[in-house]
């Protein structure tokens, strides 16, 4: 049997922000992007619009875009620089 090896600059990390976490979990993830960052992998964060925006901001589903482009903000100043989002325009 074959193996595939693919470069590291292939494969993304994606801390998983939302699944099956609280609040609290969450946040410490977003908080430590650079630390996930160092492993030398890309890093995916998919934050558009997701419950722990609400929960900071106060605010329905309709109303997380400026809680989600902060949260984008934050974690590229931290070192992801793949992001999965709903609303592509504003993002950009």
Do not use: Q, W
Not at 10 to 26: C, E, Q, R
Not at 63 to 69: F, K, V
Request: hydrophobic share 40%; with cysteine; glycine share 10%.
């Amino acid at each position: 049997m074959s193996r595939l090896v693919l470069p590291r600059s292939h494969l993304i990390l994606d801390p998983g922000i939302g699944f099956g976490k609280v609040l609290s979990h969450n946040l410490s993830l977003l908080n430590h992007i650079e630390k996930i960052k160092k492993l030398g992998f890309n890093v995916l964060v998919g934050l558009s619009r997701k419950t722990m925006i609400g929960d900071v901001i106060k605010s329905t589903v309709e109303e997380r875009l400026y809680g989600t482009m902060g949260a984008n903000a934050s974690a590229y100043s931290k070192g992801a620089r793949i992001f999965r989002v709903h609303d592509v325009r504003p993002a950009c």
